[in-house]
């Protein structure tokens, strides 16, 4: 066994890895309780765009590196079983993302949403600048993202290079997203509806799960 992945992977499957991993950052990073309560919070202490905007990157980025260091980990359990077993990548690992993809579905109509609370953090909390951001960094720390973390495996078994590029996909685009739709509220730029994402967030990570599995299923028979 090898403790860091081998390559086993190819332009389409680098393709399809770097497509699901923006699609899932995009949806992600546009959830408004990941970025809303920065533009609320800004206003009410008066900070400005700036202000704003480093809070958001500062506490967002602390979010993307907790996702990120156990994916590695993810990814790299996914390597060692498809180093024993091979067939994996064909079916168990897509089998995962459409599982996974199912149980949103059904976490959605039980109505649990996707919520890190970062409101009340902030407000328990509402003393000064730095440590106002100090208790959203630390939420934001302590609340990985669940959807990818599991695409963390199917990535960990194309190898080093696929657990990097998806890292480097959702730290950049998860980050800059955030900090771009904090910036547009705060200047009162964003009027599309972005509510269906706060309540049916589960509901769409469920779908793209779903038809990532069944495209990986696709592409590899």
């Known amino acids: 066994m090898y403790f860091w992945p081998r390559e086993f992977y190819s332009i389409p499957d680098m393709i399809q890895i770097l497509f699901g991993s923006v699609v899932l950052s ?38 993307v590196l907790s996702t990120i260091l156990v994916g590695v980990i993810v990814g790299w359990l996914g390597f060692a079983l498809y180093s024993k077993y091979e067939w994996v990548i064909y079916s168990i690992a897509p089998a995962i993302l459409i599982l996974l993809g199912l149980l949103y579905l059904f976490w959605d109509r039980r109505g649990n949403g996707h919520e890190h609370h970062l409101e009340e953090t902030a407000e328990a909390h509402h003393k000064s600048k730095r440590s106002i951001i100090g208790s959203l960094v630390v939420a934001m720390f302590f609340s990985p993202c669940l959807e990818l973390e599991t695409y963390y495996f199917t990535a960990g078994m194309y190898g080093w290079s696929a657990i990097i590029a998806v890292s480097a996909v959702y730290l950049i685009v998860t980050v800059l997203g955030m900090m771009l739709l904090a910036y547009w509220g705060l200047r009162g730029v964003q009027k599309f509806d972005l509510d269906i994402l706060e309540h049916r967030d589960k509901a769409i990570t469920g779908w793209v799960l779903i038809i990532i599995g069944l495209g990986t299923l696709l592409f590899n028979v």
Request: proline share 5%; aromatic share 8%; hydrophobic share 55%.
């Open 26 to 63: 995009v949806i992600h990073a546009a959830i408004p309780n990941h970025w809303m309560p920065f533009v609320a919070i800004g206003n009410t202490e008066k900070w400005n765009a700036r202000e704003v905007m480093m809070a958001t990157g500062i506490a967002g980025t602390a979010h």
